[in-house]
């Protein structure tokens, strides 16, 4: 029942939440531009009402659901891939994307993934390798390479390629 | 008639193409890898790779994200089968037979009913789909503001009475769509629109692929985490090409379930909220109340196999006629499609087909040729495709993750939104787990800038008299289905309650 209280608790947030927001898209617009976006937030204030009533009325199968809403070793699995990723979204803008990228293999096969260091090591050259042909030699993207110093160091692949190729 | 076959024509000259041809073989093969590993389907494989296709010309890459959709309709098959997790969503009626079959040593037999009924449900719903997309593209050439508004309210409609969700969370999914579609800009009179925290990236708006990617990407990665928890359980599968041409002669020669399968298949499939997986369901149950022998359905029975793969492969290509037709998609996977064709600079709707022919033709051409290409790939590596299911899912995700964050970057150029995206994975993953449909949203967002501009373009020109909707026949009739459809789940409810009432 705890769970059940905890996943009352993560339903309701959401809700006020989305609640809060709509106040704020109320005032200061016209029936023009507004209009649209107004009535439709409205009609999501009223469907999240109407969950928040048939909760509390028991309707929905959440409601009655007495499984935790996360378990923990689902929390662990989902939380750490999440966060991966989140660091590896911070990483592109410091150390470039192929670093982060190899860092980023390196710890989710190696440390997640339990593989061995064969396929570990694989994957970690191979992800830069494949995203640098496909990103910016065939789709010609220039992807973010990071603080000034890491972006010349990287030049120096730029250079060879239009050099040789 | 005769126009359509010489249009036909010119459609199979242009599948023929080198480029086109190895865009189908390419897509085909990718549709069936993402078709059978779980927790990936022909949406995820077509958000992720989207992105990718803009290295070759519209045509082209229309064909091999089509190609893709088929091959991941093939692909379910295999997975459910041989591991008896659905391959993706579209296969879980394929289980229920499939799996008992496993058991008792005859996957082989089954992959290959499937395999063949996906077959003919394909080549069925083409041959359908061709008859029936010209008259109806020309149809709705007629349409003006009043109608195309009607016809997305009854697509979003349809989600309410027949998408089967939890009804106020549905609506909300809807509306989260249509509003973040109206972030940004406005279009018509200029105003910057909901820029939350004064931040300037909001002002381009959230793009379609950033929520598509970010759902479909990443929050089905974490959902598929979570619900294998990276482990899966395998059955052995022994395949040699005697016993196959066997179960191949066998096969033609008593299995009539694809073909009911086939064009039940086809008409839900054209319905937005409908779509692959009812249709396979449907058709499940079909040919099981149909069958001379109903009680061996769920023992491992081929024509528990045979119908469901029908019917889904018919309903992808069912789900691409009002995309191509109207401009209103039939599925999640062709609201990704319909997004994509707007980039690539096409303006989807009835105009399609007078505009662009030749990619028009192209696409249906290439179904054709799909459609074979697929059957063949299929059985020839089905061995192939079981050795890849053993690969680890801690493998496959972080290609993923990096295919999507990339991805995302590609189209965009903004770092910005793979941050959104990020956002709205979780996000998408913590509604799911609630409950909360995800795909009325996908396609909302993509239908939500055309939604507002008709609904405001038709009150501008009615001067704001709201009446305008309801005294022209056509928008008047699919106003009227779409009440009946957001009626109906209430009318089935009191019904129900009456014969309780009278029970008790």
Known sequence: MGFATLALSLGLMWNVWSDGLRIGWVEGRGPGAGMWPFWLSLGMAGASVATIIRWFQRKTAESRSTEPYIAPETLFLVGVSAVSLLVLLILMNVIGTYLSLMVFMLFYVRVIGKHGWAMTSAMVVGTPVFVYLLFEVALTKYLPKGLPIFEEGFLWIDNFRWQYF | ?504
């Open chain 2, 1 to 504: 008639m005769q126009e359509i076959l010489l249009a036909l024509s010119g459609g199979f000259l242009q599948a023929f193409e080198p480029l086109n041809l190895f865009m189908i073989f390419a897509g085909c093969l990718a549709g069936l890898f993402v078709g059978c590993m779980p927790g990936l389907g022909s949406v995820n494989g077509v958000a992720i790779l989207l992105p990718v296709t803009f290295l070759v010309p519209p045509t082209a890459a229309i064909i091999f994200l089509a190609a893709l959709y088929y091959g991941a309709m093939y692909g379910g098959a295999i997975s459910s089968i041989t591991l008896g997790i659905p391959g993706a969503s579209t296969a879980v009626a394929t289980v229920f037979d499939g799996r008992p079959m496993a058991q008792q040593g005859k996957a082989d037999k089954a992959l290959m009913a499937a395999a063949i009924a996906s077959f003919i449900g394909g080549t069925v719903s083409i041959i359908l789909f061709t008859l029936f997309a010209p008259p109806l593209a020309a149809f709705a050439l007629k349409f003006g503001p009043q109608e195309e508004f009607a016809l997305m309210v009854l697509a979003f409609a349809t989600f309410i009475g027949l998408g089967g969700d939890d009804i106020p969370k549905t609506i909300f999914s809807i509306l989260l769509g249509l509003v973040m579609a109206a972030i940004g800009f406005d279009i018509i009179s200029g105003q910057p629109r909901m820029i939350f925290f004064d931040m300037v990236e909001l002002q381009r708006g959230i793009g379609f692929l950033v929520l598509a990617i970010g759902i479909y990407g990443i929050g089905e990665m974490l959902w598929t985490l979570e619900s294998t928890k990276g482990q899966v359980q395998m059955h052995k599968v022994k395949v040699t090409w005697e016993r196959m041409l066997a179960y191949l002669r066998d096969m033609m020669a008593d299995i009539h379930s694809p073909w009911v399968g086939s064009f039940l298949g086809f008409f839900v499939g054209t319905l937005p909220a409908a779509g692959a997986t009812p249709a396979a369901l449907m058709s499940y149950g079909l040919s099981k109340t149909f069958s001379k022998d109903p009680d061996s359905f769920g023992k491992g029975n081929v024509a528990g196999v045979a119908a469901p793969e029908a019917a889904n492969n018919a309903a992808s290509t069912g789900s691409m006629l009002p995309m191509i037709t109207l401009g209103i998609p039939g599925s999640p996977t062709t609201a990704i499609l319909l997004g994509g064709m707007i980039i690539w600079g096409l303006r989807p709707g009835p105009l399609l087909f007078t505009e662009n022919p030749d990619f028009v033709w192209g696409l249906i051409g290439s179904m054709y040729v799909a459609n074979a290409v697929t059957v063949l790939l299929n059985i020839a590596m089905i061995p192939i495709f079981i050795r890849v299911l053993a690969m680890p899912f801690t493998l496959l995700t972080p290609i993923i993750f990096v295919l999507c964050v990339l991805g995302v970057f590609a189209t965009t150029d903004r770092m910005f939104d793979t941050w959104v995206m990020l956002l709205l994975g979780v996000g998408g993953y913590l509604l799911r787990k609630l409950n909360y449909p995800v795909a009325p949203a996908v396609l909302a967002i993509v239908l939500g800038p055309l939604a507002e501009r008709s609904l405001r373009q038709s009150l501008i020109s009615s001067q704001g008299d709201v009446t305008t909707f309801i005294t022209r026949p056509i928008s008047l009739t699919c106003i009227l289905i779409a009440l009946a459809l957001i009626s109906y789940p209430f009318i089935q409810r009191t019904i129900r309650k009456r014969k309780e009432k009278s029970v008790t």
